[in-house]
């Protein structure tokens, strides 16, 4: 199976640090799409952003911002001057190749924001 | 513009019982998903539906699970004759697909409801 790999498990920073989250993926799509949520205590997963594999520009969206790097597989997620609103699991997905429909996560980063 | 909703939110039920999880997507999404979620883990993919037609079942979806989405509309998620190891947060996402045949690798934007948490006693 083409996995999505998150190897940091938990990461804790004081507010307003910065803190980057890492993504690394297997493929063997030449066009794929990237996604990360987020999901606050609550439980409910909330989309932050979708990236297709065409472009590889950084994109920023306030204190977030995502470096893709195709050659090295990896997408990573970085947010600026931290909150403690900020402290939630985050994961990284991609659809499961062969399907364009059923999303393949990792297995989260618990990020943990103290103030 | 309501989001995607689930009910219950939480489901306490003794090992050998029947439950059942209802899910209502975003108006007019004709794409809806059912996930499986345990403790420090990423959502695993169960099942999916485009409009009333089931696509797509994960190997995890075992004989005791069936889900159903009537009218292309609300779905339900059905568990019998619970076991311990069906505790997990099951959560629901739909998608508005705009093209009937996707270009390979397309995929559009799954949004999640806040998900059912089931504990089998």
């Known amino acids: 199976a083409q996995k999505v790999t998150q190897a940091q498990t938990e990461i804790s920073v004081v507010e307003k640090e910065d803190v980057t989250l890492d993504c690394v993926y297997e493929?063997?799509?030449?066009?794929?799409?990237l996604f990360w949520y987020k999901q606050p205590p609550s439980g409910e997963l909330v989309f932050l952003i979708r990236r297709n594999s065409f472009d590889e520009q950084n994109e920023i969206s306030g204190r977030y911002s995502w470096n893709f790097q195709k050659s090295t597989s990896s997408f990573n997620f970085t947010i600026t001057a931290s909150q403690v609103v900020d402290s939630a699991v985050y994961f990284c997905a991609r659809p499961f190749s062969g399907s364009a429909r059923q999303l393949t996560f990792g297995s989260g980063t618990q990020l943990t924001v103290l103030p | 513009d309501t989001g995607v909703s689930q009910d219950p939110r939480h489901k306490i039920t003794k090992r050998g019982q029947n439950v059942t999880f209802r899910c209502d997507p975003i108006s007019e999404h004709n794409r809806l998903y059912w996930y499986r979620q345990t403790l420090g883990q990423g959502p695993e993919f169960l099942t999916y539906f485009q409009n009333e037609a089931q696509l797509e079942k994960s190997r995890l979806l075992s004989d005791r699970f069936s889900a159903e989405r009537p009218k292309g509309s609300f779905s339900t998620l059905e568990i019998q004759r619970t076991e311990q190891g069906d505790s997990a947060m099951y959560l629901c996402a739909s998608s508005l697909a705009v093209r009937q045949i996707l270009a390979s690798g397309d995929q559009e934007t799954q949004y999640f409801g806040p998900g059912t948490r089931l504990l089998v006693l």
């Open positions: 493929t063997r799509d030449t066009t794929y799409y």
